[in-house]
């Protein structure tokens, strides 16, 4: 019945199997003692950085671990929920308030970008969030974020303006670029759940509402012409375009790509030619649209319900290195597939321009490291299969690509050690990519606000200052 009742609760995905001994759900009116109070709670957000201060303090007076869930995304158990511990939905913090002057939003915690789209859309309105509907806004706004606008106004860590956050002591703060907490500030901006719970965000808004994107699936033989099509695009530094493109097993002899390429405006500049160029696709989504339904037709490509890993590494741009890692990816794959019962594995792979890096030290900078980085390919392997049976067949899959890819970049001399957080596995340390001097000083950030370890010991979730979830893969 326990497991029955958290499923029910929040949904969790069959990468989390973590069952907590209890979960927490805070409500603009939560804890409400009697209805005549319910008009004075509902918009009060004191109360509820009140409950989630009372929950921390339980559980440091209990040493009972918890886990904190925004969107639930993160793609391996115990990210967001705590096995026989206490779990804290945020699901609820879905407000999404803009400035009477336009100019910013603040977003509640517990939001997914394609509901806060949805709102702002009518509007005309925008922020520079997650580019998957389902995505939440609490994990994605700690790890990096690489938005629509990122070529424009940099990653979404790199345009926040103020958090509320609620601290190891239970109490509630706010942290700006110029307040009391520049340094906390600072630590927030990739820095992941170390420091404390945030329950809202407030972003600049963007004037906008149609954007231009899609999609197009192509078969195997147009690889070559897809991987130019990439490196054009990762080297064309127009602010306005990113890109995800994907090479997919999607059965023993169907190996498939899909590009979806955005662009920030109505219509696409000449940077999306060498993909519109790409004869004999075998589907078509790209055209004007609004932001919600650009996210949510992303979204549509990335269903939840599976087991899943992603595992990320990063290079500089380069064509015939890149040609080398979608190879060793497709031959890895290609001599364990059949061992995976509804294997879904792909090599999804986006890139970081100057647009994106040159944001990286506006209001006193972000703990990434790579701000003075060449540009660079970001790349994952992401794999979803169905049985439990299967985990260990996929992991060792993972561990060959991702050694064999290193060794590839390593041999190019163009090696990147920045793993981006939020596409990162359990086994992988994407704090320790940020740079030793960087780390060092998140890990007094975390001290100062946080002496006994509270985010660290007992909300054991996520990417840790002191080392990764699980022992590495590589």
């Not at 969107?71 to 609820?92: C, K, M, P, Y």
Request: proline share 5%; aromatic share 10%.
């Amino acid at each position: 019945m326990r497991e029955y009742l958290y499923k029910q609760a929040l949904h969790p995905t069959p990468s989390d199997e973590s069952l907590p001994s209890c979960w927490c759900v805070p409500d603009r009116s939560e804890d409400v003692r009697s209805r005549q109070h319910v008009r004075d709670l509902i918009d009060d957000p004191g109360h509820v950085a009140c409950t989630i201060g009372v929950l921390v303090l339980l559980s440091r007076l209990t040493q009972c671990p918890f886990a904190v869930r925004s969107g639930g995304h993160a793609a391996f158990q115990g990210a967001s929920s705590e096995e026989d511990g206490i779990t804290v939905s945020l699901s609820r913090l879905n407000q999404v308030t803009v400035a009477r002057d336009r100019k910013t939003v603040k977003v509640g915690s517990g939001n997914v970008w394609g509901l806060v789209y949805s709102v702002l859309d009518k509007q005309g309105l925008t922020v520079p969030g997650g580019r998957d509907a389902n995505v939440g806004v609490g994990g994605l706004s700690l790890g990096g974020g690489i938005s629509y606008f990122a070529g424009s106004v940099g990653m979404t860590v790199d345009n926040i303006e103020s958090y509320e956050l609620v601290t190891a002591s239970g109490i509630p703060i706010t942290v700006t670029a110029n307040g009391l907490y520049s340094d906390l500030y600072w630590a927030l901006r990739g820095g992941g759940n170390n420091f404390g719970i945030v329950i809202s965000y407030t972003y600049p808004a963007i004037e906008r509402n149609d954007v231009w994107g899609g999609s197009r699936a192509y078969m195997a033989d147009q690889w070559p012409a897809v991987i130019s099509a990439y490196i054009s695009g990762a080297k064309a530094e127009d602010e306005h375009f990113n890109q995800i493109i994907s090479f997919a097993r999607a059965s023993d002899t169907l190996r498939i790509a899909n590009a979806q390429i955005y662009y920030s405006l109505p219509e696409p500049g000449d940077v999306v030619e060498p993909y519109l160029a790409i004869p004999n696709n075998l589907s078509d989504t790209y055209g004007t649209k609004t932001v919600s339904e650009l996210a949510i037709e992303l979204s549509q490509d990335s269903p939840n319900g599976d087991r899943q890993i992603w595992h990320i590494q990063a290079a500089q741009i380069d064509e015939e290195l890149f040609t080398s890692l979608v190879d060793i990816f497709d031959s890895e794959v290609d001599a364990v597939y059949d061992q995976v019962n509804a294997f879904a594995p792909a090599m999804v792979c986006q890139h970081i321009d100057r647009n994106i890096l040159s944001h990286m030290k506006k209001n006193g900078g972000n703990p990434l490291g790579i701000a003075d980085s060449p540009p660079l390919m970001l790349y994952f392997f992401s794999g979803r299969w169905d049985d439990a049976a299967d985990d260990q067949v996929v992991y060792d899959l993972t561990k060959r690509v991702a050694a064999k890819w290193k060794a590839e970049t390593q041999k190019h001399g163009l090696a990147s050690d920045y793993l981006y957080l939020n596409y990162a596995s359990r086994f992988q340390d994407p704090i320790s990519s940020y740079g030793a001097s960087n780390k060092a000083r998140l890990v007094k950030i975390a001290k100062q606000y946080d002496p006994t370890g509270v985010f660290q010991e007992l909300m054991p979730g996520g990417f840790k200052l002191n080392g990764t979830p699980n022992d590495l893969l590589e």
